[in-house]
Structure formats: structure tokens, C-alpha cells
């Protein structure tokens, strides 16, 4: 019998880990599920069933939650976070491992007074290291695809990063990070034969967001820009698709949902 395949909603269990306070390390052990298909399910792509399932039940949640969004979500008061904010949390070098996974670049934010030229030069220097980290994190390769000159070249990158970390704080400075999924659409244009008709194409990247801060801050909210949000369906319209992340979405007013389908090459939506 065919295993059954789901997208589950992107972001959905960086959502979940940040709640818990844990870690992809931390969910990788309680699910015994890697840390590639773990970074999958998190970047909404598509995943067999029981592997979701096996995640839900150990995480305990529901599988509601990976579909759709929770109706409410809480800051770490207990209040109802400010519409277009995230919550930035302080980051040691396992929480900014786990941050970088996936995303594409950085957004720098400078909150703190630093008058100092050593500390403004150490500055400079973090930034490249975090780079440098980001680059060699950003995404889950196997382990069959690493040379032992690259795992190496990782592990002493990350040292690094972890000791800069640390001297933040002769500083008397931290770093708070955060991430959310940003998002890009284009249209374009079909002709066949005498048809024509348009496609609107989305696509999601994970952009995170760091923030230099005094000692001793351990969260703040920071106002983001989340692009252009794609629909929940497509217009009735039949010359006009809508594509995310490569599936095509349900048109209003069908009467059974689709399956989702993937845009080809040559592929005319009727």
C-alpha cells in the first residue's frame, strides 16, 4: 500500500518548539525523528503521514495544529502578542544552531549603546562569524554527502561561534534572535494556441531576525514585514491559478478540494 504524503503547515513546529522552550536537538530526541525530515516538516514540505503522526503524538498536539493556525497565541507573559510582532529570546550557540537551519539571510537590529571601538570591532567581527555559521548551517545535508575536512571545518565554526557568544558578555552586551517565513509572489503570463491564461506563483523563505542587546535581556518584540501573503484559495476564475511553494491551491467554489497538484513545465491549469 502507498504511503499516504502531507504538507504540514510551514513554521508550524518552530511555533510548537519555541512554546515548549526545546530545541530541533530536543525534539529530535523525545520524536526520534532526524533532524533533516524534522527541518521538512518545519519548511512545510512533504512528508509521509506516520512521520507527521509520530511527531504529533510525541510532542503532544494535535495534528489540527501542523493543518491551521492556533486561533490565540501567548508571549511569555500570558499576554496576546501584538499583531505583525515576533519574540525575539536570548540565544546560546545550541538555540542559534537551531535558528539558522533553513534560512537564507539575516536581519541585524542594534539595540543596545556601543560606544566603545573595541566592542564596536568585535561587533563588526561577529557579524562575519555569524555569517560564516549561517552559511554552513543554513541547510541539513546527509551525512554521506560530508567530506571529514567539512565536518571538521563545522565543528570549529561552530566553536567559534560558541566562544563569541560568550564574549558578548565582557561587552555587557547579548544576543536575542527569532525567525518567521517571508513572502515573495510573482504573476506570470501563459499562452497556448489561442488560451491564455496567468499564474500566481508564491514562494516562503525563513528570515531571521538578531538583535544586539544590553546584558541581561532575555526577550523584546520587534515589528516585522512578512511579504506577501498568499490565499487560503484561488479566484473562481479558471484562467487564473495560484501556486505556493509549488502546489497548486483549490479554487472557490469547488465542491470537493483537490488534491494538490505540482506546477510542470507546459502544464495548462484546464
Known amino acids: 500500500m502507498a504511503k499516504i504524503k502531507v504538507h504540514p503547515r510551514p513554521g508550524a513546529l518552530s511555533e510548537l518548539l519555541k512554546t515548549k522552550g526545546m530545541t530541533k536537538m530536543d525534539a529530535k530526541e523525545k520524536t526520534q525523528v532526524d533532524r533533516k525530515t524534522l527541518s521538512k516538516i518545519d519548511r512545510g514540505e512533504e512528508v509521509k503521514l506516520e512521520t507527521l503522526q509520530r511527531v504529533v503524538n510525541k510532542l503532544q498536539v494535535t495534528e489540527e495544529y501542523f493543518r491551521h493556525p492556533p486561533v490565540s497565541q501567548e508571549t511569555d507573559k500570558?499576554?496576546?502578542?501584538?499583531?505583525?510582532?515576533?519574540?525575539?529570546?536570548?540565544?546560546?550557540?545550541?538555540?542559534?544552531?537551531?535558528?539558522?537551519e533553513g534560512t537564507e539571510c539575516f536581519k541585524w537590529h542594534l539595540n543596545a549603546k556601543v560606544r566603545d571601538d573595541d566592542a564596536r570591532k568585535f561587533l563588526e567581527d561577529f557579524e562575519e562569524a555569524a555569517e560564516k555559521f549561517r552559511k554552513q548551517n543554513a541547510f541539513v545535508f546527509d551525512d554521506e554527502s560530508h567530506s571529514l575536512r567539512l565536518q571538521l571545518d563545522r565543528l570549529k565554526t561552530a566553536d567559534d561561534m560558541a566562544a563569541r557568544l560568550e564574549r558578548l558578555a565582557e561587552h555587557r552586551l547579548a544576543l536575542l534572535g527569532g525567525g518567521h517565513l517571508f513572502w515573495e509572489c510573482s504573476?506570470?503570463?501563459?499562452?497556448?494556441?489561442?488560451?491564455?491564461?496567468?499564474?500566481?506563483?508564491?514562494?516562503?523563505?525563513?528570515?531571521?531576525?538578531?538583535?544586539?542587546?544590553?546584558?541581561?535581556?532575555?526577550?523584546?518584540?520587534?515589528?516585522?514585514?512578512?511579504?506577501?501573503?498568499?490565499?487560503?484559495?484561488?479566484?473562481?476564475?479558471r484562467r487564473y491559478d495560484v501556486f505556493v511553494n509549488g502546489r497548486q491551491l483549490p479554487k472557490i467554489g469547488d465542491g470537493d478540494v483537490p488534491s494538490p497538484r505540482t506546477l510542470e513545465d507546459g502544464d495548462i491549469p484546464f
Open 78 to 100: 500570558g499576554d496576546d502578542p501584538e499583531p505583525g510582532t515576533i519574540l525575539l529570546r536570548k540565544l546560546d550557540a545550541s538555540r542559534l544552531h537551531d535558528l539558522v
Open 187 to 237: 504573476v506570470e503570463e501563459h499562452s497556448y494556441e489561442d488560451v491564455r491564461w496567468q499564474t500566481a506563483n508564491y514562494r516562503s523563505s525563513y528570515l531571521v531576525h538578531l538583535s544586539i542587546e544590553p546584558l541581561g535581556t532575555q526577550s523584546r518584540r520587534v515589528h516585522i514585514y512578512v511579504g506577501e501573503t498568499p490565499p487560503l484559495f484561488a479566484p473562481s476564475d
